[in-house]
């Protein structure tokens, strides 16, 4: 749906300071490339701020953690919102033009950790909590890396745009590590049970949005699919797109929430390599 909303020549002073603002928002750079300077940047930020996060709060408490994470989720709203509103709106000098890109909806994976994230340092409950932050020290983390070390698909001509994304997902590459390592959370071969819930509500939630899209007749002229995974939409997430077009829809998810489980199973076990390599040490010092 699009709408105009028409600043006269006499104007509204306030309305065309807030065209502007959105011009200067949506101002255009030439698309970074892979490993190139702006990409390279982002990346040393990234394991700049994991290192400051470990060595500032080694061993943090539950307070500490949920400061942290209330801080991380509302920096990553606030840009959330601004991707939002350079994709909606536009500025050509008389006319602020609104047209809501329903593809842009932030309900992706990597959206997720801005919700887990202020969830986590909200709800009171302990187990709820220690599962918000094990998602985000597994799935996050994986989401994360893979969308950092591969950002092809997420860079576009929008300088604004592109520092949302870099910021967003290094900040859960940063935030996951730092988990990972101050020993805030126990970590064990079940950790993954609690985290693969999150992974599972989120699924669900997703799942429901796209068939409420499909029935209420959006998708007769928008493009709507959350997570990549809707059956009323061509295949598009690499490798899984795959799996959609040979195996029905059901098994399909079956095969995404696994595949996605054992990957951040992998990445739950190095705590437990990282002890065992200190014990080892020190046996051998002994």
């Not at 919102?81 to 050509?92: E, L, V, W």
């Not at 887990?116 to 597994?138: E, F, R």
């Not at 967003?168 to 071969?189: E, N, P, Q, R, T």
Request: positive net charge; proline residues 4%.
């Amino acid at each position: 749906m699009q709408c105009d909303i028409i600043v006269s020549e006499k104007g509204n002073e306030r309305m065309k300071v807030i065209g502007q603002i959105i011009a200067f928002l949506d101002s255009d750079m030439t698309e970074p490339t892979l490993y190139g300077w702006f990409h390279l940047v982002f990346l040393a930020a990234t394991v700049i701020a994991a290192v400051l996060l470990i060595k500032r709060f080694k061993s943090p408490t539950e307070k500490t953690v949920r400061k942290i994470l209330i801080i991380f989720a509302a920096v990553s709203l606030v840009l959330e919102i601004y991707k939002q509103i350079n994709f909606t709106f536009s500025y050509d000098g008389t006319t602020i033009n609104a047209d809501y890109q329903w593809y842009a909806f932030p309900f992706q994976f990597c959206s997720t950790p801005m919700y887990v994230g202020l969830l986590a340092a909200i709800i009171k409950s302990k187990k709820i909590h220690n599962a918000l932050c094990l998602y985000l020290a597994s799935f996050s983390l994986f989401a994360g890396v893979c969308v950092m070390a591969y950002p092809v698909q997420v860079f576009i001509g929008t300088i604004g745009i592109n520092i949302q994304t870099m910021i967003c997902h290094g900040s859960m590459i940063a935030i996951g590590v730092w988990l990972l390592c101050c020993d805030y959370i126990k970590f064990d071969k079940r950790s993954i049970l609690p985290a693969a819930s999150v992974f599972g509500v989120v699924i669900l939630i997703a799942s429901i949005m796209n068939e409420i899209a499909y029935f209420s007749g959006l998708l007769e002229s928008e493009n709507f699919n959350m997570f990549y995974i809707s059956p009323h939409c061509d295949p598009s997430l690499p490798v899984y797109s795959l799996v959609q077009e040979i195996i029905p829809f059901p098994l399909c998810l079956i095969v995404y929430f696994l595949a996605f489980s054992i990957a951040s199973y992998l990445i739950l076990l190095i705590p437990n390599l990282k002890k065992k390599t200190i014990i080892s040490k020190e046996k051998q010092k002994v």
